[in-house]
């Protein structure tokens, strides 16, 4: 238990001075390592499904931070649309990726 507490008090405090740098820093460049961080974070689950993904889902997986978050970061007006067409693409591969429509 106190392993457990000491992990957290510590992942709180990255939290925070990861948080807090933004207002030190220019906003893009806190974007930015978010960005990165969502790649990342992308690539970890990925790693830790493996077994249950296909290559197409892994793609798409890393593809979404890869692709969404320039728009969040960049281009703010279209992030939702982005984000939206994504996510409908991303479904309909799942599906045509399931019932093996798609060569």
Same mark, same amino acid.
């Given at each position: ?22 207002? /030190? ?6 974007? =930015?390592?978010?960005?990165? &961080? +969502? ?5 970890? $689950? ?27 970061? /960049? ?6 649309? =982005?984000?939206?067409?994504? &996510? +409908? ?5 799942? $599906? ?8």
């Amino acid at each position: 238990m106190l392993k457990r507490t000491i992990t957290g008090f510590f992942i709180a405090l990255v939290t925070i001075a990861f948080f807090l740098g933004r207002i /030190f820093i220019d906003y893009r460049i806190f974007d =930015i390592l978010v960005y990165l &961080s +969502a790649i990342v974070g992308a690539y970890e $689950i990925t790693k830790a499904f493996s077994s249950r993904l296909t290559t197409m889902r892994k793609i798409l997986a890393i593809g979404f931070p890869v692709v969404v978050m320039p728009f969040v970061t /960049f281009l703010p007006k279209y992030a939702l649309q =982005i984000a939206l067409l994504y &996510s +409908a693409v991303t479904v309909l591969v799942i $599906i045509f990726d399931k019932t093996k429509l798609c060569p």
